[in-house]
């Protein structure tokens, strides 16, 4: 039972160009939406994160954009690096605030 | 100041064996949680403990257990192996059950 839906499974981007990730929620009872960034042989790490009273929310390079009413969060990668290129997921944190739904995830390949 | 910690990195078991794996927070961390992350797929919820208590459980079968010490640590037991266990087992920690979790590297189990 898949509660988060994440899209595209695999993104290739020029460098400096603009990545896009989407995700899409099914459970109301979600309030808070990370977006986790994963290396190979490492756990993931946080990388931006927003609540649903907020529509869009940016740091640095990296911006969440969210439609309650659609039930859609996506992520944007600006100016994307090489050193962007890994696995990104998507999250969503349960009312008890004890559980993340992750999506299935989005290779990002950045090439030079 | 260290991150989470997990041991082993990597292990090898074989169907009907027994592990555990070990998970040390970060300093101050009263939160640890456990995921299991199939290769190609998203993190998936285990477990939640919060002071010593357990405060969430996923949907995984009761051969899946866990425990937290005085000191916070925690260990993650799963009985009886199936090959199915295969997976990257994630833990993570953080201030309290609402906070940004922190992940760790992960311990690597292989079922044979």
């Known amino acids: 039972q898949q509660q988060v839906k994440q899209s595209p499974q695999s993104l290739i981007v020029q460098k400096g160009g603009i990545s896009i990730i989407n995700c899409a929620y099914e459970n109301t009872a979600f309030d808070y939406f990370p977006w986790y960034q994963q290396f190979p042989g490492k756990g993931p790490a946080l990388l931006i994160a927003?609540?649903?009273?907020?529509s869009e929310k940016k740091e640095g390079r990296f911006t969440i954009s969210f439609n309650k009413s659609a039930k859609q969060f996506s992520l944007h990668i600006m100016d994307s690096q090489p050193g962007d290129s890994a696995t990104y997921f998507c999250a969503a944190l349960n009312n008890a605030g004890n559980m993340l739904t992750f999506g299935g995830g989005t290779r990002l390949m950045v090439k030079p | 100041d260290a991150g989470v910690t997990q041991s082993p990195t990597h292990l090898i078991k074989t169907r009907g064996q027994q592990v555990t794996l070990r998970c040390s927070p970060i300093?101050?961390?009263?939160?640890v949680s456990w995921y299991q992350q199939v290769l190609g797929q998203g993190p998936q919820f285990i477990f939640q403990y919060y002071e010593k208590e357990e405060r969430g459980r996923g949907n995984f079968p009761d051969r899946f257990s866990a425990r937290q010490f005085p000191n916070y640590s925690s260990e993650l037991n799963v009985n009886a192996l199936l090959l199915g266990d295969s997976a990257l087992y994630l833990c993570a920690s953080s201030l309290s059950a609402y906070e940004k979790l922190f992940f760790g590297s992960g311990t690597q189990l292989s079922v044979l």
């Open positions: 927003i609540r649903p009273d907020v």
């Open positions: 300093s101050g961390h009263k939160s």
